[in-house]
């Protein structure tokens, strides 16, 4: 089993868990009764009735849940099945140094670690560093390393970090794939009323003529093909609108320690953190841009178009990052890429339309503060 198979199998459980929590929390007769019957598994609460459910509901944590999955996995502990599924420890593994420099590609960062591949050698390890927040998914990150170790088939590295860098093409990814699909004909395209004039934005897309359109492939692990209306992202923002937020980003980092190229992951991280923190949200935006734009040609003249589902992980990606140039002053900048999301997306679901002619003008983000808030959750989750 690869590295990539392990992590998505540690994904799949940890959503699976979560799941099971919600069932039983969901009031619904037959959800909760499925619920019940498995968490009657553990020992702790084996006694526990149908009818008497509020034992379970003021004591069940995200813990319980993982030791059941690990249980009906055949394994004692949630501890005995992650360590099963995780790579072996690689301490001294040969051709690498850890005396000099290391590169990490930063697949999640935790409240306290964060977890890391050695950049072209592959080896997984848990980082311990001061200011781990200060790193991102999808990143770069130089360390200065001062002690290596294991413990419970994990391989940990304390140091320094030194630097970060973005560099999408440099950490080893396998591009999404991108499907053609039908040619877009401008002059059908529904542009208003008949006798409206045509905005400027507008005409020189009007004048570039027929376009191909495409779909960028989606990537999100954690789907459970059993249940096509669960989706880890809803949970994700489900546990944000909750109050959960700690919990929220747990599961999107969960996603992108599984497979980096879940844009959306780095879309809903950078919503988590736009509201307080622009600074770092368009460092999540920026890596989902990056990532998706490995699968684009060099120059991209195609469309993406929102009403393929599939695109609008990149596209958030894009607005998203697009809004927080805006408000950090970066007007230029901003005007580039909302103009760029017209011609990806002439139907403009995202109303980046509104945004360039306000930019255009220099107005602040300040100036369009609620308007702006209620554009930023439109396009979610």
């Given at each position: 089993?690869?590295d990539?198979?392990?992590?998505?199998?540690?994904?799949?459980?940890?959503?699976e868990?979560r799941?099971?929590l919600?069932?039983?929390?969901?009031?619904?007769?037959?959800?909760?009764?499925?619920?019940?019957?498995?968490?009657?598994?553990l020992?702790?609460?084996?006694?526990?009735?149908?009818?008497?459910?509020?034992?379970?509901?003021?004591?069940?944590?995200?813990?319980?849940?993982?030791?059941?999955?690990?249980?009906?996995?055949?394994f004692?502990?949630?501890?005995?099945?992650?360590?099963?599924?995780?790579?072996?420890?690689?301490?001294?593994?040969p051709?690498?140094?850890?005396t000099?420099?290391?590169e990490?590609?930063?697949?999640?960062v935790?409240?306290?670690?964060?977890r890391?591949?050695?950049?072209?050698?592959?080896?997984i390890?848990?980082?311990?560093?001061?200011?781990?927040?200060?790193?991102?998914?999808?990143?770069i990150?130089v360390?200065?390393p001062?002690?290596?170790?294991?413990?419970?088939?994990?391989?940990?590295?304390?140091?320094?970090?030194?630097?970060?860098?973005?560099d999408?093409?440099?950490?080893?990814?396998?591009?999404?794939?991108?499907?053609?699909?039908?040619?877009?004909?401008?002059?059908?395209?529904?542009?208003?009323?008949?006798g409206?004039?045509?905005?400027?934005?507008a005409?020189?897309?009007?004048?570039?003529?027929?376009?191909?359109?495409f779909?960028?492939?989606?990537?999100?692990?954690?789907?459970?093909?059993q249940?096509?209306?669960?989706d880890?992202?809803?949970e994700?923002?489900?546990?944000?609108?909750?109050?959960?937020?700690?919990?929220?980003?747990?599961?999107?980092m969960?996603?992108?320690?599984?497979?980096?190229?879940?844009l959306?992951?780095?879309?809903?991280?950078?919503?988590?953190a736009?509201?307080?923190?622009?600074k770092?949200?368009?460092?999540?935006?920026?890596?989902?841009?990056?990532?998706?734009?490995?699968?684009?040609?060099n120059?991209?003249?195609?469309?993406?178009?929102?009403?393929?589902?599939?695109?609008?992980?990149?596209?958030?990606?894009m607005?998203?990052?697009?809004?927080?140039?805006?408000?950090?002053?970066?007007?230029?900048?901003?005007?580039?890429v909302?103009?760029?999301?017209?011609?990806?997306?002439?139907?403009?679901?995202?109303?980046?339309?509104?945004l360039?002619?306000?930019?255009?003008?220099?107005?602040?983000w300040?100036?369009?503060a609620?308007?702006?808030?209620?554009?930023?959750?439109?396009?979610?989750p």
């Open positions: 089993m690869t990539y198979e392990r992590q998505h199998s540690i994904t799949q459980c940890r959503i868990a799941r099971l919600k069932q039983l929390r969901s009031g619904a007769p037959d959800e909760v009764a499925s619920a019940v019957a498995r968490f009657r598994k020992q702790s609460f084996s006694s526990t009735s149908l009818g008497d459910i509020s034992h379970l509901l003021e004591r069940v944590r995200l813990k319980h849940s993982l030791a059941v999955v690990a249980q009906e996995r055949g004692e502990s949630w501890r005995a099945l992650k360590g099963a599924l995780e790579p072996e420890p690689q301490t001294g593994t051709g690498l140094d850890f000099q420099r290391v990490f590609v930063v697949l999640a935790r409240e306290r670690a964060a890391c591949r050695v950049r072209g050698a592959g080896t390890i848990t980082l311990r560093a001061h200011r781990i927040w200060h790193i991102f998914p999808g990143e990150v360390v200065r001062h002690k290596e170790w294991s413990f419970a088939g994990h391989s940990y590295l304390s140091g320094e970090i030194e630097s970060t860098t973005l999408a093409a440099a950490i080893g990814l396998q591009p999404l794939q991108l499907e053609e699909l039908d040619m877009w004909d401008p002059h059908q395209h529904y542009w208003g009323e008949e409206e004039r045509i905005e400027q934005w005409e020189p897309i009007i004048a570039r003529g027929p376009r191909r359109e779909r960028l492939q989606h990537m999100l692990p954690g789907e459970d093909t249940d096509p209306f669960w880890p992202i809803i994700a923002m489900e546990l944000k609108d909750s109050g959960n937020s700690k919990e929220a980003c747990n599961v999107l969960d996603l992108c320690q599984a497979d980096l190229r879940c959306d992951a780095h879309a809903h991280l950078g919503y988590l736009f509201d307080h923190t622009p770092e949200a368009i460092r999540h935006y920026a890596v989902g841009l990056g990532i998706g734009g490995l699968s684009l040609p120059p991209f003249d195609g469309l993406l178009p929102w009403g393929y589902i599939d695109n609008r992980p990149f596209l958030r990606c607005h998203g990052y697009g809004l927080c140039l805006w408000r950090l002053g970066r007007f230029d900048e901003a005007e580039q909302f103009e760029k999301m017209l011609w990806l997306n002439p139907t403009d679901n995202q109303g980046a339309r509104f360039v002619e306000d930019i255009r003008a220099r107005v602040t300040a100036d369009r609620p308007e702006n808030a209620a554009t930023q959750a439109a396009t979610l």
